[in-house]
């Protein structure tokens, strides 16, 4: 498609037209307001390394059920309810790379910007959640962890 067709079709489709520039502006705003949060959407992949290399702590945020039903290996459970930066669990680890897991990636999001808000430096979220560490085939343990 030319330039020249690309105007004509704005000029016959201005609602059309004005919705793609209204999405097109929206992906940006998410994109780039994403970047400057301070929070990494991570791979499961990464987060092997993550774990393997440097020792990061794994928050599940899922409640006690599904944890208990299957986590990653070392994973501590801090339901949303309970989910506080100066928890036992957290505090220690503000040196510490911190991932946080949820059962697609959503709620983990809003704990990630609390944690960046009490000074964590290091927050990273699991893209995808708990489905997609399942989906890429890597183990779960199962019991209280």
Not at 24 to 51: D, K, M
Not at 66 to 75: L, N, R, S, T
Not at 92 to 108: D, E, I, N, S, Y
């Amino acid at each position: 498609m030319t330039l020249a067709e690309f105007i004509a079709f704005a000029g016959r489709h201005p609602i059309l037209s004005l919705a793609l520039a209204g999405i097109t502006l929206a992906l940006l705003y998410n994109e780039i307001a994403g970047r400057l949060s301070g929070i990494r959407r991570i791979a499961p992949a990464q987060l092997t390394a993550l774990i393997n290399r440097d020792n990061a702590l794994v928050v599940d945020l899922r409640i006690a059920g599904d944890f208990e039903k299957g986590h990653i290996a070392g994973a501590r459970n801090v339901q949303m309810s309970q989910f506080d930066p100066e928890n036992k669990h957290l505090a220690p680890a503000r040196a510490l790379p911190v991932v946080l897991v949820c059962k697609v990636g959503q709620t983990a999001d809003g704990a990630a910007k609390r944690l960046r808000k009490a000074g964590f430096t290091n927050v990273n979220v699991l893209e995808g959640g708990i489905q997609a560490w399942q989906a890429a085939d890597l183990p779960l343990v199962k019991g209280r962890g």
